[in-house]
C-alpha cells in the first residue's frame, strides 16, 4: 500500500490556478522527488500535505487515513515531518532546544508535571535528549550543540532545520529544496544523508528539488510539475528526457 | 576561564548551570534574608519589588518567552487584587485558598482574553488587551457591591495560616517566598515542552505548527499561566497599597508592566527580575534625588556667588517639583534602552561578565548581529 496517495489536488490562489489536479503516490521506503519551474506548485503540494492551506478539490491520504482535513498540529503526530524553503528555525534558541521541540509531537507529559518538573517530566526529557543525541550524532551537529542559531552559518542551519524534522522520527520527510543556498561539498553531504534517512533510518523522503545532479543522485521516481499540472513521473533519467519537461524549462514551440 | 565538565544529560535538566552558580543564588537568597535588618526604612519599598517581580514574571512568559505582546496586564492584576479581597473579606474564605481561587479566576479571565486573542497577531492584539483593560476598569468602578465602586475598598492586614504577617518584614518574607516558588514554577515550565513550545511560537508560528505544537493550545496556556501569576501578584499587591480603588489599575500601570520587562531584556528570567528592581526602585530614586538635587546644585552655584547659588537652587527645585517629572523620566529611560541598550539590563549584564571573563580580548561586536535583529523584531 502507497504511504502517500494525493488525488486530484487542486488550489486557486485568487484567479491563479496554482494547483490542477495533480495525483500522485509515494511508495514506503523510496526517495519522490518533485521538480518543476519556479511557480509550478511544488512547495503548494508541501503546504497541502501539512495543512497550511486547504486544498480546493482532490484528497490526501496517509497510511490509509484521510488527512485533508486534519487540523494542522496533528499532521506530526501522524508521522509527516518537513523542512521549509527558507529555514524556519527558532532563531533566539539554541540548536538543542530547536531540535528539542522536533520532539514535541512524542510529548507524553501534562502541564502539572511539568510545572513541578516531577520525576517523570525529568525522565521524558532525558528520553528526548537521547533521540536528539542520536540525530545530532547522525548530522555531525556536535560543535554547534549549544550555539544559538542566529550566530550559525546557513549551511549549518539547514542541517539543523533537518535534524528538526528527524527528531520528530517521522514515517514521512518532507524536504523542500534541500539543497537551495549550499555549497558544492555541503550539496555532497545533503545527498549522502537523504540515502542514509532513506536506507539507515527507513524513512520516507518526499523532496522538492531544483539541483538536478543531487535529484538524480538520491531520487527513485521523479515528479516534473508546470503549472500546477503533472506533466512527466519516472525515474530521474526519463523525466529529464521528456520533451514537455525539455520544453517546461527551455521554452518551445 | 572556567569550562563546564558535562558527564550526563541530567546536568543540562538542572535548574543552574554548576555548582557555583548555585552557590551564588544561595548567597543571594542569604543576603534577600538579612536585608531588611541592614536597610529597615527600605522594606516596603523591597516587597513592592518582590510583587513587581511576580508581574515580571507574568508578562516575560506572555511577552519575552510566547511574544503575545500585552498591554492589559494591570487589569488582571486588578481582577487578582479585587477577587482576593472579596474572597478573604466578604465571603471569609482563609489566605491561601482565597489566593489560589484569585489565580484561578485571573487565569481564566486570560484564557476569555486569549480566545479571540487567538485569531490576531502583533499589534492589534497589544490594541485588544488594552481594550480588555479598559473594559475591566469601568466593571472595577461599576460593580460597586464587590469592588466597593470608585469609593474604593480598604484591604484587611493578611493572615495566612492564622499568623499574622501584616507587619513590613513579615509582608517582605511572604512576598520573597511566594516570588520564589512562582520563579521555581516558571522555570520549571520553560525547562519543559510548554516552554520550548511557547519560544517555537515567538520565533516562528508556522515551524511549531508543523512540529506539532497546537498553536491554539499553547497561546491560551500562555495566557492563562501569565494571567494566574498576575493574580496572585494582585493578591499581594491589595496587601500591599492597602486600599483598592479602580483608578489604581489604569493603563499606566499596564505601560509599566510593560517597560519592566523591556528595560529587564525580553526573553529571560533574570531580565523580568532585574526590571521589576528597577521599576519598583526608580520612584524611590526620583523622590529622593527630588530632595536632594537642588541642593547639591545650589551649592555648585555657591562657588560662583551666593546669588547664582540661590538662583540655581530655585530653578531646578522648580523643575524637579514638575507633576509629570515621573512618567516622563520613565518614558525617557525606555527610548534610550531601545535605541542603546535592546537586550534590557539582562544584556548589559551578560557583555559585562563576558568583558570580564574574556579580558583583554572582549570585542564589541560579538552581540552585535543579535542586536540587530532584536531592532527590526520590535517593529514586528
Same mark, same amino acid.
Given at each position: 500500500m502507497s504511504l502517500l496517495v494525493a488525488e486530484g489536488l487542486g488550489i486557486n490562489f485568487g484567479g491563479i490556478r496554482a494547483l490542477d489536479g495533480v495525483s500522485f503516490a509515494v511508495e514506503?521506503?523510496?526517495?519522490?522527488?518533485?521538480?518543476?519551474?519556479?511557480?509550478?506548485?511544488?512547495?503548494?503540494?508541501?503546504?497541502?500535505?501539512?495543512?497550511?492551506?486547504?486544498?480546493?478539490?482532490?484528497r490526501v491520504t496517509f497510511a490509509g487515513e484521510e488527512i485533508t482535513r486534519v487540523p494542522p498540529h496533528q499532521i506530526a503526530r501522524r508521522g509527516i515531518a518537513r523542512t521549509f524553503q527558507n529555514i524556519e528555525l527558532f532563531q533566539h534558541a539554541t540548536v538543542l532546544q530547536n531540535l528539542l521541540l522536533g520532539r514535541h509531537a512524542h510529548r507524553r507529559t501534562r502541564f502539572a508535571e511539568e510545572l513541578l518538573f516531577l520525576p517523570r517530566a525529568r525522565r521524558h526529557e532525558l528520553a528526548h535528549r537521547e533521540a536528539v543525541e542520536r540525530v545530532i550524532d547522525f548530522l555531525d551537529l556536535q560543535a554547534h550543540r549549544d550555539s544559538l542559531i542566529a550566530n550559525l552559518p546557513y549551511g549549518v542551519r539547514k542541517v539543523v532545520e533537518m535534524g528538526r524534522a528527524l527528531c520528530m522520527a517521522p514515517r514521512l520527510?518532507?524536504?523542500?529544496?534541500?539543497?537551495?543556498g549550499l555549497s558544492v561539498e555541503e550539496t555532497e553531504d545533503m545527498a549522502f544523508w537523504i540515502q542514509d534517512i532513506?536506507?539507515?533510518?527507513?524513512?520516507?523522503?518526499?523532496?522538492?528539488?531544483?539541483?538536478?545532479?543531487?535529484?538524480?543522485?538520491?531520487?527513485?521516481?521523479?515528479?516534473?510539475?508546470?503549472?500546477?499540472?503533472?506533466?512527466?513521473?519516472?525515474?530521474?533519467?526519463?523525466?529529464?528526457?521528456?520533451?514537455?519537461?525539455?520544453?517546461?524549462?527551455?521554452?518551445?514551440? | 576561564?572556567?569550562?563546564?565538565?558535562?558527564?550526563?544529560? =541530567?546536568? =543540562?535538566?538542572?535548574?543552574?548551570? =554548576?555548582?557555583v552558580q548555585r552557590n551564588w543564588y544561595v548567597a543571594l537568597l542569604a543576603g534577600l534574608l538579612v536585608l531588611p535588618r541592614l536597610v529597615p526604612e527600605y522594606v516596603v519599598d523591597l516587597s513592592l519589588v518582590f510583587i513587581y517581580?511576580?508581574?515580571?514574571?507574568?508578562?516575560?512568559?506572555?511577552?519575552?518567552?510566547?511574544?503575545?505582546?500585552?498591554?492589559?496586564?494591570?487589569?488582571?492584576?486588578?481582577?487578582?487584587? *479585587?477577587?482576593?479581597?472579596?474572597?478573604?473579606?466578604?465571603l471569609g474564605l482563609p489566605w491561601l485558598a482565597a489566593v489560589a481561587l484569585a489565580a484561578a479566576l485571573t487565569a481564566a479571565a486570560g484564557v476569555l482574553v486569549g480566545l479571540p486573542a487567538l485569531r490576531m497577531t502583533g499589534v492589534y492584539l497589544t490594541i485588544a488587551t488594552l481594550a480588555f483593560a479598559l473594559i475591566i476598569q469601568e466593571v472595577f468602578a461599576r460593580w460597586e457591591h464587590v469592588t466597593?465602586?470608585?469609593?474604593?475598598?480598604?484591604v484587611d492586614k493578611p493572615v495566612v495560616f492564622g499568623v499574622p504577617l501584616g507587619g513590613d518584614v513579615a509582608f517582605y518574607f511572604l512576598c520573597l517566598a511566594v516570588l520564589a516558588g512562582a520563579v521555581w514554577l516558571t522555570a520549571n515550565l520553560l525547562r519543559s515542552p510548554t516552554g520550548r513550545a511557547w519560544v517555537a511560537i515567538r520565533d516562528s508560528e508556522i515551524a511549531a505548527q508543523s512540529m506539532g505544537?497546537?498553536?491554539?493550545? *499553547?497561546?491560551?496556556?500562555?495566557?492563562? *499561566?501569565?494571567?494566574?501569576?498576575?493574580?496572585?501578584?494582585?493578591?499581594?499587591?491589595?496587601?500591599?497599597?492597602?486600599?483598592?480603588?479602580?483608578d489604581i489599575f489604569s493603563v499606566l500601570l499596564s505601560i509599566q508592566l510593560l517597560l519592566m520587562v523591556v528595560v529587564g531584556g525580553l526573553g529571560s528570567l533574570h531580565g523580568a527580575l532585574f526590571g521589576a528592581v528597577f521599576v519598583a526602585l526608580l520612584p524611590v530614586a526620583i523622590s529622593q534625588a527630588r530632595d536632594a538635587v537642588p541642593t547639591w546644585i545650589g551649592r555648585i552655584g555657591a562657588l560662583l556667588g551666593k546669588g547664582a547659588g540661590d538662583a540655581a537652587f530655585t530653578v531646578t527645585d522648580r523643575f524637579v517639583k514638575q507633576p509629570g517629572l515621573e512618567?516622563?523620566?520613565?518614558?525617557?529611560?525606555?527610548?534610550?534602552?531601545?535605541?542603546?541598550?535592546?537586550?534590557?539590563?539582562?544584556?548589559?549584564?551578560?557583555?559585562?561578565?563576558?568583558?570580564?571573563?574574556?579580558?583583554?580580548?572582549?570585542?564589541?561586536a560579538t552581540f552585535r548581529r543579535q542586536k540587530a535583529y532584536m531592532r527590526s523584531e520590535r517593529l514586528r
Open positions: 514506503p521506503g523510496e526517495v519522490f522527488t518533485i521538480i518543476g519551474p519556479n511557480g509550478a506548485g511544488k512547495t503548494t503540494i508541501f503546504n497541502l500535505i501539512s495543512r497550511i492551506y486547504d486544498p480546493h478539490q482532490g520527510l518532507l524536504l523542500d529544496e534541500p539543497s537551495s532513506r536506507t539507515l533510518l527507513d524513512i520516507t523522503v518526499l523532496m522538492v528539488e531544483h539541483d538536478m545532479s543531487l535529484v538524480s543522485a538520491v531520487s527513485d521516481r521523479v515528479l516534473a510539475l508546470n503549472y500546477g499540472r503533472a506533466i512527466a513521473l519516472g525515474t530521474a533519467r526519463e523525466v529529464q528526457e521528456h520533451p514537455d519537461v525539455i520544453t517546461a524549462y527551455l521554452g518551445g514551440s | 576561564m572556567r569550562f563546564l565538565f558535562k558527564t550526563s544529560y =541530567d546536568q =543540562d535538566l538542572g535548574l543552574f548551570r =554548576d555548582l517581580g511576580l508581574c515580571g514574571l507574568s508578562l516575560m512568559v506572555l511577552a519575552g518567552y510566547t511574544g503575545l505582546v500585552s498591554l492589559g496586564h494591570a487589569a488582571f492584576l486588578g481582577v487578582g487584587a *479585587y477577587a482576593h479581597v472579596f474572597f478573604t473579606q466578604t466597593g465602586g470608585l469609593k474604593g475598598r480598604a505544537v497546537n498553536l491554539a493550545l *499553547y497561546k491560551t496556556m500562555a495566557f492563562g *499561566y501569565s494571567a494566574a501569576l498576575m493574580g496572585v501578584a494582585g493578591a499581594l499587591f491589595a496587601h500591599k497599597i492597602g486600599f483598592l480603588a479602580p512618567p516622563g523620566i520613565f518614558g525617557l529611560i525606555l527610548v534610550l534602552f531601545i535605541l542603546f541598550e535592546p537586550l534590557g539590563i539582562y544584556g548589559r549584564w551578560l557583555k559585562l561578565k563576558l568583558y570580564f571573563s574574556m579580558f583583554p580580548l572582549y570585542k564589541q
